[in-house]
């Protein structure tokens, strides 16, 4: 079993920026998490969760158009960890984030529990 764990949520002011960390732990090494997909994902009240952006072990990354140009994904594989560098951030971004990594073969698909993120204007 995987275990992830998101941190560095918060209250921010319109503007301001913040950076969100991934950790896998468990039933993992530096060796097969570059395995994994990690993508970050997102959730405001009443609305569907969405990917904000993803990251593959070899470091190609992918954005939602919405934080194109503001948002930053990176990992370290060393550190099982993936980050979420947030700048610009606006009161849309107000969500609570979560971590996912996803192994193809085998299948594994694992959640965080999710970080919230409060933008005030």
């Known amino acids: 079993q995987v275990q992830l764990v998101e941190s560095g949520g918060g209250l921010v002011q319109s503007g301001g920026s913040l950076r969100l960390s991934c950790v896998a732990s468990?039933?993992?090494?530096?060796?097969?998490?570059?395995?994994?997909?990690v993508g970050w994902y997102r959730q405001a009240p009443g609305k569907e969760r969405e990917l904000v952006a993803g990251?593959?072990?070899?470091?190609?990354?992918n954005y939602a158009d919405s934080v194109k140009g503001r948002f930053t994904i990176s990992r370290d594989n060393a550190k099982n960890t993936v980050y979420l560098q947030m700048n610009s951030l606006h009161s849309e971004d107000t969500a609570v984030y979560y971590c996912?990594?996803?192994?193809?073969?085998?299948?594994?698909?694992?959640w965080g529990q999710g970080t919230q993120v409060t933008v005030s204007s």
């Open positions: 468990g039933s993992i090494d530096s060796a097969n998490y570059v395995g994994y997909y």
């Open positions: 996912r990594a996803i192994r193809v073969t085998p299948r594994y698909d694992y």
């Open positions: 990251i593959t072990g070899g470091g190609t990354t």
